[in-house]
Nanobody
Framework: QVLLVESGGGLVQAGGSLRLSCAAS????????MAWFRQAAGKEREFVAA????????YFEDSVKGRFTISRDNAKNTVYLQMNSLIPEDTAVYYCAATSTEILSNIRNAAAYAHWGQGTQVTVSS
């Protein structure tokens, strides 16, 4: 059984930071591209960031570039999302996702990810 369990969400003031974690089990973690998506109330789920299997390549949605970083620890089966300089527009439920495919054209496409976590709420107050 594949499990992705997110943690680290919460309420933070604008300009603050949060670090999300996603612990994976039931998969060969080092063989999976990992990603973070988010969904704000009333909006569609959107891509935030992704990191390829060996951690050598990362991808970001334009609005978070320079503020968010994604990293992974293959020994701990965990992927992280460090979020700095948070703004109210970052408020959303953040989801961890995993895919065993390496089709780079799909890396920002939620449909490419077979496994999802339950989500963690991030709320940024102004």
């Amino acid at each position: 059984q594949v499990l992705l369990v997110e943690s680290g969400g919460g309420l933070v003031q604008a300009g603050g930071s949060l670090r999300l974690s996603c612990a994976a089990s039931g998969i060969t973690f080092r063989s999976y591209t990992m990603a973070w998506f988010r969904q704000a109330a009333g909006k569609e789920r959107e891509f935030v960031a992704a990191i390829r299997r060996n951690g050598g390549y990362t991808y970001f949605e334009d609005s978070v570039k320079g503020r968010f970083t994604i990293s992974r620890d293959n020994a701990k089966n965990t992927v992280y999302l460090q979020m700095n300089s948070l703004i109210p527009e970052d408020t959303a439920v953040y989801y961890c996702a995993a895919t065993s495919t390496e089709i780079l054209s799909n890396i920002r496409n939620a449909a490419a990810y077979a496994h999802w976590g339950q989500g963690t709420q991030v709320t940024v107050s102004s």
